[in-house]
């Protein structure tokens, strides 16, 4: 089952996501000295930088060692990076660019510009595959990669990275990457990373505040049909690993159990 922690407020939701996202960082650093995540755009890099360019409490868990860090995207817009649609383009902007030298810089992997033009997104998404299979497949008999966290949005429509309700890239079993044309939130073009990539991560975490998301959370965590809806699936599908970091305004209303901490 998820957990779905539910905050005063956006301020104390960052506080508890840093600490999250720092137990992830430091459980993958021990096991394998790297920390490979996977981000969204929409609201999700503005609540992170708040998260993680706050002070530290001093102590060596509280320490973002982003030189270590490799940065895929969950989903990107096929447009140019420096496009103000563009996922990069924000994480960038909200996280990259504010994080003090003397952290380090994390690895960052954008998709393919010299493809964001093309009328089929396929070639862009199979080169982003390459992208994680040299990453994370040494050995061809690697079937999926293993993200030691993803960080997800939902949209009113309960989709998550690019996975609309109803799109047959929903139903994907073996692409790691997938190429979207209708996308019904522009722009229409996109790559998505898919269900049984996301759910295979060690850790999975969506982040959803304010009202506008409150009527989307009851359907996903009170409703038999939120179910099917792509965040619903990722639910379903990763059931302990999934955890929602929410405020009051998102889960008014909600009957699903919340958490107070973590
Ligand atoms: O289009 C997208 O939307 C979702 C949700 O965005 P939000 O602004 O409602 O948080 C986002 O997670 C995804 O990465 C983005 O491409």
Known sequence: MPSLYSFPDVDSLAKQLRKYVLINQNTALS??????????????????????LAPGDGSAEDVAHFSKWEIFFADERAVPLDHPDSNYHLIKEELMEKIPANLGAPTVHPIDAGHVLDDDPTELADLYTEDLKRTFAAKDSVKLPVFDLILLGVGPDGHTCSLFPGHPQLREKDAWVVGVVDSPKPPPKRISLTLPVVTHAVSIAFVATGGGKKDILKRIFDTDEGHSLPSGLVNVHGADKVSWFSDDAATEGVSFPKRASL
């Open 31 to 52: 096991r394998h000295g790297v920390f490979r995540i996977a981000v969204s755009g929409g609201s999700l890099p503005n609540t992170l930088a708040k998260a993680l």
